[in-house]
């Protein structure tokens, strides 16, 4: 019946899409049932629905109906430990003191992935680091790439890992497979110790 109930209200988002992106009804017609859909999806206790949602609303709503329409969403969502549709839900709305809350609950709850997302983009250094350490006692080295990523930061990936796809465009395999990411900074940090090579990470 669960099932039943997940396709049928799939099926009315599409048709609505379907039928605003070939003018069939307004902005305004699309928003009410758009409206009527969300409130459809938070009977049922389905959030992450009501997520998709609320982004489809975007185009139809205004700024402050969408904003409290995803606040609502967040509270709910954490309240009944749904975190990544918290995340979800504050994030887009820009509420990061509630995502600083979120991250501590989703670290404490082992929901890491989620922790990860949150103090990535609170750029809270010291959260990810304890996420990192959680993936190193457990040997996830998949997950230990990718946090070690966004804690290094972007920008730092992009100039040691770019500077050595030029070296491979040189010489004439730019296609040839990169480094991990550990073993590019490994590399980085024994240049570091052998030239007059700076390696910063901020």
């Excluded at 509630?98 to 809270?124: M, P, W």
């Excluded at 395999?173 to 073993?183: C, D, G, L, V």
Aim: charged content about 30%; proline content about 1%; hydrophobic content about 35%.
């Amino acid at each position: 019946m669960l099932i039943n109930d997940n396709m049928h209200l799939f099926n009315v988002l599409h048709s609505i899409e379907f039928e605003r992106e070939n003018g069939y009804c307004s902005n305004e017609e699309t928003k009410e049932r758009l409206l009527h859909l969300n409130q459809m999806a938070l009977e049922k206790g389905e959030l992450s629905f009501s997520f998709k949602v609320c982004k489809e609303l975007e185009e139809v709503c205004s700024e402050h109906e969408l904003h409290n329409l995803l606040e609502n969403l967040g509270e709910r969502s954490y309240q009944e430990g749904e975190l990544p549709v918290a995340y979800d839900a504050f994030s887009k709305s820009g509420n990061l003191e509630r995502l600083k809350i979120v991250g501590k609950k989703a670290f404490e709850t082992q929901d890491l992935y989620t922790a990860e997302k949150s103090f990535d983009l609170l750029r809270d250094r010291e959260g990810l680091l304890k996420v990192i350490r959680v993936y190193n006692q457990r040997d996830e080295f998949g997950s230990l790439e990718f946090a070690l990523q966004h804690y290094l930061g972007q920008d730092f990936i992009r100039e040691v890992c770019g500077n050595f796809d030029t070296w491979l465009e040189k010489k004439g395999i730019p296609y040839a497979p990169a480094f991990e990411t550990s073993k590019v900074i490994n590399m980085a940090y024994h240049l570091a110790d052998k030239y007059d090579v700076g390696v910063g990470i901020a």
